[in-house]
Structures are given as C-alpha cells and as structure tokens.
C-alpha cells in the first residue's frame, strides 16, 4: 500500500503536532515533543529529518516562550533527539511494548542528560556527586510529567498510524527501489 502523501507532508505534520502541543497551556514538561521525535525516527526515511523536526519545534516554542543559556539550550536540544536513536530498534520489530519502552528510555535519556548538564554548568549544584544527585533529585517531579506525556503522544501518534492502516511495509513504497535505508530496512 503506498502512502498518498509525501515524507516533508508528514514531517510538517509533526512539526505542527510538536509545536501546537508545547505551546499549548498544559503541566510543566508535558509536552509531545518526546513522542514525535520517537515516531519521526520511525515514520521519516532518515533520522536527520526527525532532527530537524525536533529542532524546529524547540526553536520555534523558544521564541515564544523565552530563550535561555546557550549551552543549556545545546544540551536540551541534544537530548530531545534521544529518542531517534532508538528508531532502528523500533523499526525491527514495531510493536505496543517495544514502543512504550522507547518512549520511556527516551524519557529517561533526556532526564538524565539534562538534569546532568545543568549540574556540569555550574546553575548552583555543587560540584560533586551530592551536587549531580541534588540536581537529578530537583528535576523528578518535572520528569513525572514528562514520563506521562511522552507515553500518550506516543500512543496518540502510533495509535492514529496504526488506525490509519500503515505499516512499516507502507513505508517501503515511498523509497527508492534497490536502496537499502541506513537501518537495515530494505526500501
């Protein structure tokens, strides 16, 4: 089955998704950025354009919502893209448990990347392991949050695909005949 839209379409898509959702007035951190990252690497044909979708989203709600330490942006924004990482193992084999558990590892890369880096940069945590512990600590009840909403986009993005009736076989169609993807995928 061939998909009628073109990958950019579903790339503005998310984009729109992302953007419209961390805007939106909800709970701190309860954001769909997370899970379209996730489905991004999963749905687009290259991780750069689920980058790219994660970027622009970050930056576009940045200029609404205030623009912060440059290095503490570069960090964020690095560790937004955590989920992508693990479309490869997504893809293999996409199911219910192997999706909730990306959304969670995902969750969790991003938690403690970022609650790391606000520790190396010196925001006020003291220099040692009870300093990194201090700043992980501070940053859980946001990470509750975070964990909730990255579960149900997910499952709202995933769920709606699968209503939709793609499959990872509808994904083959719209690649380049004799081209293997850069996951191993056949096109």
Same mark, same amino acid.
């Given at each position: 089955?061939?998909?009628?839209?073109?990958?950019?379409s579903y790339a503005l898509a998310l984009l729109a998704f992302a953007v419209l959702g961390r805007l939106a007035p909800m709970p701190e951190n309860f954001t769909p950025v997370a899970a379209v990252a996730l489905f991004g690497g999963f749905l687009l044909p290259r991780g750069w354009q689920a980058v790219a979708? +994660?970027?622009?989203?970050?930056?576009? #709600?940045?200029?609404?919502?205030?623009?912060?330490?440059?290095?503490?942006?570069? &960090? +964020?924004? *690095?560790? &937004?893209?955590?989920? *992508? !990482?693990?479309?490869?193992?997504? %893809?293999?084999?996409?199911?219910?448990?192997?999706? =909730?558990?990306?959304?969670?590892? =995902?969750?969790?890369?991003?938690? !403690?990347?970022?609650?790391?880096? !606000?520790?190396?940069?010196?925001?006020?945590?003291?220099?040692?392991?009870?300093?990194?512990?201090?700043?992980?600590?501070?940053?859980?009840?946001?990470? %509750?949050? &975070? *964990? +909730?909403?990255?579960?149900?986009?997910?499952? !709202?993005?995933?769920?709606?695909?699968? +209503?939709?009736?793609? #499959?990872?076989?509808?994904? %083959?169609?719209?690649?380049?005949?004799? %081209? *293997?993807?850069?996951?191993?995928?056949?096109?």
């Amino acid at each position: 089955m061939k998909s009628p839209l073109p990958y950019w379409s579903y790339a503005l898509a998310l984009l729109a998704f992302a953007v419209l959702g961390r805007l939106a007035p909800m709970p701190e951190n309860f954001t769909p950025v997370a899970a379209v990252a996730l489905f991004g690497g999963f749905l687009l044909p290259r991780g750069w354009q689920a980058v790219a979708v +994660v970027w622009s989203t970050l930056l576009i #709600t940045d200029l609404f919502l205030g623009l912060y330490s440059p290095a503490l942006m570069a &960090a +964020v924004y *690095i560790a &937004a893209c955590a989920p *992508i !990482v693990l479309r490869s193992f997504l %893809r293999k084999k996409p199911t219910v448990w192997r999706a =909730g558990g990306c959304a969670l590892a =995902g969750s969790a890369l991003f938690f !403690v990347s970022t609650n790391t880096a !606000v520790w190396l940069l010196g925001t006020g945590y003291s220099p040692d392991a009870s300093g990194l512990l201090a700043s992980l600590s501070a940053g859980v009840p946001f990470w %509750r949050n &975070a *964990i +909730v909403g990255d579960i149900l986009f997910s499952g !709202v993005l995933f769920t709606a695909w699968a +209503v939709a009736g793609q #499959t990872t076989s509808s994904l %083959r169609p719209l690649t380049h005949s004799k %081209r *293997i993807l850069p996951d191993g995928l056949p096109a």
